[in-house]
């Protein structure tokens, strides 16, 4: 059993910053795939940053420059460092992982946590 557990959401005025953070439990997973999506109300969800194989990264065109991911291998968490935020970062963010459980691939989903950037 794989669990996710994010941490670090809340209110935070344009302008400042937030981190999130999402640690990784259960065993067997051999995680190759770490990243943040986000959903605002009436919208689809996005990719807002990944990180693959703790090398290669992706961001959301509206988040470069912005935000950073980073990855703590040994403590299988990964961090969404967001800066310069603003009221359209406002959404419920969800971590998503993924790996190999023997041959095959899986992914998993985090809860949510709110992000909410206003004045």
């Known amino acids: 059993q794989v669990q996710l557990m994010e941490s670090g959401g809340g209110l935070v005025q344009p302008g400042g910053s937030l981190r999130l953070s999402c640690a990784t439990s259960?065993?067997?997973?051999?995680?190759?795939?770490m990243g943040w999506y986000r959903q605002a109300p009436g919208k689809e969800r996005e990719l807002v940053a990944r990180?693959?194989?703790?090398?290669?990264?992706n961001y959301a065109g509206s988040v470069k420059g912005r935000f950073t991911i980073s990855r703590d291998s040994a403590k299988n968490t990964v961090y969404l460092q967001m800066n310069s935020l603003k009221p359209e970062d406002t959404a419920v963010y969800y971590c998503?992982?993924?790996?190999?459980?023997?041959?095959?691939?899986?992914?998993?989903w985090g809860q949510g946590t709110q992000v909410t950037v206003s004045s």
């Open positions: 259960g065993s067997g997973l051999s995680i190759n795939m």
């Open positions: 990180i693959i194989s703790g090398i290669s990264t």
């Open positions: 998503n992982v993924g790996g190999n459980i023997g041959l095959g691939y899986y992914t998993y």
